[in-house]
Each structure stands twice: as C-alpha cells, then as structure tokens.
C-alpha cells in the first residue's frame, strides 16, 4: 500500500517510467517501453538515425536506427512513438524493439535508466492508464486475464470484459439510479412543502430490474470462475478401486503411482487438461478409509474432503457392483455436499464375466487399465458444462471474486432499499443505503477507488504490463 501511495505521488511528480515489456530472458526481438513526460527526450539523447546524420523524428510514428551510448553503438532497433494521449498510458510512450539478447536489454535498460527514467513497478503502465481515464479498472483487470488466458473460455471473457462489457453495464445502471437518488434528495431538501415528485412504483421497477441484473451476474460467478480457473474434477472412493489409474489414463501419462497396496496415494495430487476450449484440473485423492489408524493416511482423508468441498465435479469411483451401496453412499456424499455434481464410476469392468453385465441408471462402467469407458466418462464431464455454457452465451459474465462480492453486496442495499421503500421508510434512509449500494458498484469499475483496491489488483501484474 505504501508503495502505491508511492507511486501516485511520483506520478504527480511527471516521472517517466521504463521496463522490459518481453519476458525475461533471450529471444528475437525484446522490447523495452518508456512512458511519461520525459520518453521522447531521453530517447532523441540516445538515438542516432540510419544514416547517422538526423535525429528521431517526432512527426514519424516508426523510426529506424541505432541507440548510441558513450560513443558506442549498442543496437540497430525500430522506435515507436506514441505521442499522448492517444497511447495506452495515455502519456508520451516511446518502444524500443531490440535484439533479443539478455545483455543488449539490460544495457538499453540501464542507459534509459541513467538518462533519468524509473523501472516501473508491476502493472505500472496499466495503472498509469487507469488514472489517465485510458481505461476503467475492471478493463485494468481484464488486461491480466488475457495475459493469462490459457483456454478459449477464459480467453473470451477476458476480451469481452477489455472491451467494456461489465462496465458498460455498471455504468448505465449507476446513473439510473443515480438520478433517482437526485430525485429522492431533491424531495428531502423540500419535505415540508409536502414536494412529492418521486415516481415511487417507478423506482422500485427500476430496483427490481437492477436486482436482476446484479443476481444474474452473481451466478455467473460459479460458471465463470469455473472456466477461467479450471473445473476442479476430484476423483474419489475406498482405496485400491482404481482412482490413480483412471487419473492417469485421463491425464495420458503416468503422473501418480499405481499400485495394488492400499494407501499407496497419501497426499493428493492434481495436474490439468485442456479439453474442447476448457481447462479441467483432475485431482486425485487418498482413498477414503474410515478404519486406517496410520496417521499418515489419515492426514490424506482428511485433505480428500477438504478437496470434495473445493471441486465442482466428484468422480466417486467403486469396483463392486453391489448396487445399494453405490446408491446408498452417492446418497450420503451428495446430502453432505448438496450442490455439487457427482459422477458415479464403476471401474475395473473388464473384471466382470459377460453374464454379469450391468447397466445402472446414471453409473458409468469403465475399466481405467484398459481405457474402456474413458471417452464416454469425458463427454459426460464436458458436456455437463457445455449445457451451462450455452446458457451464458449471450449473458454477461464475470470471473473476478473482487466484482462477485461487490455485486453481492450491492444487492444487499439495493433490497434494503425496496423493502423501506414499501415500507414508506423515511427517504433519509433510503439515501443512505442508495449511496452504499452505488459505492459497491462504482468500485467494480474504479469510479469509487482507494489504495488498497489499486494495490491489490496491479500488484498481481507483471513488470512491463
Ligand atoms: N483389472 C483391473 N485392474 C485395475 C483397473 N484399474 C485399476 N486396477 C488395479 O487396481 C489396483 C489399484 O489401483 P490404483 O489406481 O492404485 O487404485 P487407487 O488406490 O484407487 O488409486 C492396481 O493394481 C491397478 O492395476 C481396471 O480397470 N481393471
Ligand atoms: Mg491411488
């Protein structure tokens, strides 16, 4: 926090800010970024054109040429300049595109440095652009999310929430109930004149309207959550059934030790696959043995059922056939975890003689030694989350627990408010809680702020970004 509260006050100061903005290490071409007031001058002090004669051109957008330090030549690169405010900053922004070699980026760094620019701090550039009005936080965030996309999923919500989405939305619901809050303060400062101008069904049409909106978004928390994190998928049951067989058949290699001791997987273990757009994170757990006095094993219970709670899909694995029991358990697990999708598995089905076939309702046979099953087992799991998907298509929907529990909130106040509004509640009242809920949703967007909000999200950002 302090840093934060470093940083703005150094922008105020006009200080000019530089970073690798390619990763670490060599490659190609690497590029360095400047921006702030001083960018253009430190550069034109370093750069020498093609042909050695003139300087950077400011009227050009893209210059060639050689940086030249101390009478030696360090680069042949290509300048960009973007001149403010129409840069991604909003500031003068200077890239240098360079060779990529370790030490080629770090002299340019340590040059750009010595002539008066700052390394930048994490997502320093990003915040530079939300305080210059480039851009609203919650775009500030989807900036991380597209850098961080791995899946088509995440990728697509990421790029539907840079391009305004969420905000747009925010932002249209905030000023209608922004002019009702006018209206209702209005009334209050002309209460004794008995001033009645408020449309009160009006307002809590308005309030039922929005509280949709806000609830529709929260659920899609679950789903979007889900997609950009990756569905946890824990696998399940008694030891020896088979549950790090199956983890590594759906993994495609031998990621977790198989054998016929029970026991053998004590803690767990999770790896992730990509399948159809979708990162699924499987998880495979310590066989659960109510029994087991080896403290060990029992310390791997206890973080299968702390895995149950975290996942959204339990693959809960038997190799008997003894269908009451399958029943019986299932039953139990879901009472305990009411909301969560469980898959029931009977493994080790080429065990079974051919008379003994069986084909319960909702019970997929597989045989993970075998691979047989296995196909129809992920087309279970996936199209599970294809039908919630299709749902979202055209809805909003939002990743980020900062928004989920800003909404959440918001919905709180705005239901206060329509309940003291039918109530005939004084309208003092109803300002207040207008006020919180509209803070909720302006700090979604940024247009309420503080530190620590700021702090919180571009600390997560890269050098650079
Ligand atoms: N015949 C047969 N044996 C299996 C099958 N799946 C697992 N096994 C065997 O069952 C034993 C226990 O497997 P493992 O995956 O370690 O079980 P876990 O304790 O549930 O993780 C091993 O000897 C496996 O080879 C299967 O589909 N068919
Ligand atoms: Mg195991």
Redesign the pocket.
């Known amino acids: 926090m302090l840093k934060m509260l470093k940083m703005l006050k150094m922008l105020k100061n006009n200080d000019t800010i530089v970073a690798i903005a390619t990763p670490s290490g060599y490659g190609a071409i690497a590029v360095i970024r400047i921006s702030g007031v001083n960018s253009i001058k430190i550069l034109k002090k370093i750069f020498l054109s093609f042909s050695g004669k003139k300087k950077l051109s400011e009227k050009r957008s893209i210059n060639l040429g050689y940086i030249k330090y101390k009478n030696k030549i360090i680069d042949k690169v290509l300048i960009f300049i973007f001149k403010k405010p129409k840069s991604y900053t909003g500031e003068d922004i200077v890239e240098i595109s360079c060779h990529g070699s370790i030490y080629i980026q770090n002299k340019l760094l340590a040059i750009i440095i010595d002539q008066g620019a700052r390394l930048a701090n994490p997502g320093e550039f990003t915040l530079r652009a939300f305080l210059n009005g480039k851009i609203d936080l919650c775009q500030a965030e989807s900036i991380l999310d597209i850098v961080n996309s791995e899946t088509d999923f995440s990728h697509e919500f990421a790029i539907n929430q840079m391009r305004g989405n969420i905000s747009n939305l925010i932002k249209n619901l905030r000023k209608k109930l922004i002019y009702f809050l006018s209206l209702i303060e209005f009334e209050l400062d002309f209460s004794e004149e008995n001033y009645n101008i408020i449309n009160y069904l009006e307002f809590k049409k308005l309030l039922d309207n929005i509280i949709k909106k806000l609830k529709d978004l929260i659920k899609s928390f679950k789903i979007g959550n889900a997609l950009k994190n990756g569905i946890s998928v824990s696998i399940i049951?008694?030891?020896?059934?088979?549950?790090?067989?199956?983890f590594n058949k759906l993994l495609k290699y031998e990621r977790?030790?198989?054998?016929?001791i029970?026991g053998?997987?004590r803690n767990y273990i999770e790896d992730s696959l990509i399948i159809n757009g979708i990162k699924y994170r499987f998880i495979?757990t310590a066989?659960i043995n109510n029994k087991t006095k080896n403290y060990i094993e029992k310390l791997g219970i206890k973080k299968t059922y702390s895995n149950i709670k975290k996942s959204d899909i339990i693959l809960y694995?038997f190799?008997n056939f003894n269908k009451k029991m399958i029943y019986n358990k299932k039953k139990k697990l879901q009472k305990e975890y009411p909301h969560k999708k469980i898959f029931i598995i009977i493994?080790?089905?080429?065990?079974i003689k051919q008379k003994q076939i069986i084909n319960y309702k909702n019970i997929i046979n597989?045989?993970?030694?075998?691979g047989y099953g296995i196909n129809k087992l992920l087309y279970k799991i996936t199209n599970f989350y294809k039908k919630m998907i299709n749902l979202k298509k055209n809805s909003i929907v939002i990743t980020q627990t900062r928004h989920y529990e800003s909404f959440k909130e918001a919905v709180f106040y705005l239901s206060k408010v329509k309940e003291n509004l039918e109530k005939k509640i004084f309208p003092e009242f109803l300002s207040i809680d207008i006020r919180t809920a509209l803070d909720y949703l302006g700090k979604v967007t940024g247009e309420v702020t503080n530190e620590e909000i700021l702090s919180n999200i571009f600390s997560k950002f890269c050098i650079g970004k």
Do not use: Q
Request: charged share 20%; net charge neutral.
């Open positions: 049951g008694c030891p020896n059934v088979g549950k790090s067989t199956l977790s030790i198989v054998s016929n029970a053998t997987t495979d066989g694995v190799d493994n080790k089905y080429d065990l597989i045989s993970a030694k075998y």
